[in-house]
């Protein structure tokens, strides 16, 4: 023999009922494309650039300017960002997606200062991924011009050349107007 039930008891069973045939009746499914997870991580995670920069002779250099920016074609270059380099000779430069203009990844150009006056600048890297290593080699020291050709042309005059009272004009002229030393 089944027991009745009182009025309340009857209206909260119905209602428990009500709201599993709901549930059984509208599944709600979230639908995800197989990637989408991958790329909403990828959108929100910054993106690294780093290297190493060295002298000819393989020292590391220290306190050089390195700057990031995403090339775009038919107007300027956005500054991603700028590091400068450790007792190491390292750099490290991260940047956020927002910074590329809606692109889906940079086309990455790097560029290695001293003294605002640009040493080295790599290639495109277009489409760069979101974590890049780029190393430099800098050749030779760029310093004031005056100065590199006065240490050239000492030796050859004996140190005397501070005393003769050449003026920059003339120095100037003595490196094309010889062959250089070997």
């Given amino acids: 023999m089944k027991k009745k039930l009182s009025a309340k008891a009857r209206k909260k069973k119905n209602k428990h009922i009500s709201a599993r045939a709901a549930a059984r009746e509208r599944p709600t499914w ?26 000819a002779d393989g020292t590391p250099r220290l306190g050089l300017t390195v700057r990031a920016f995403d090339r775009n074609i038919g107007k300027d270059d956005t500054l991603l960002g700028e590091a400068t380099t450790d007792a190491q000779g390292n750099y490290r430069i991260a940047y956020a ?29 277009f489409n760069a991924p979101p974590d890049v290593v780029r190393d430099f080699t800098i050749a030779v020291d760029k310093g004031p011009e ?11 005059v004996h ?17 094309r107007r ?4 070997r």
């Fill in 30 to 55: 979230k639908v995800e494309r197989p990637n989408e997870a991958k790329t909403r991580a990828a959108r929100k995670r910054k993106s690294v650039v780093q290297g190493s920069i060295r002298g």
């Fill in 97 to 125: 997606p927002g910074q590329l203009d809606g692109k889906a990844a940079a086309d990455l150009v790097i560029t290695v200062y001293q003294d605002k006056t640009p040493l080295q600048t790599s290639d495109v890297i």
């Fill in 146 to 156: 005056f100065q590199w050709l006065l240490n050239r042309i000492k030796p050859l």
């Fill in 159 to 175: 140190n005397k050349i501070g005393d003769a009272g050449f003026s920059e004009t003339q120095i100037g002229f003595l490196p």
């Fill in 178 to 181: 010889h062959k250089p030393l």
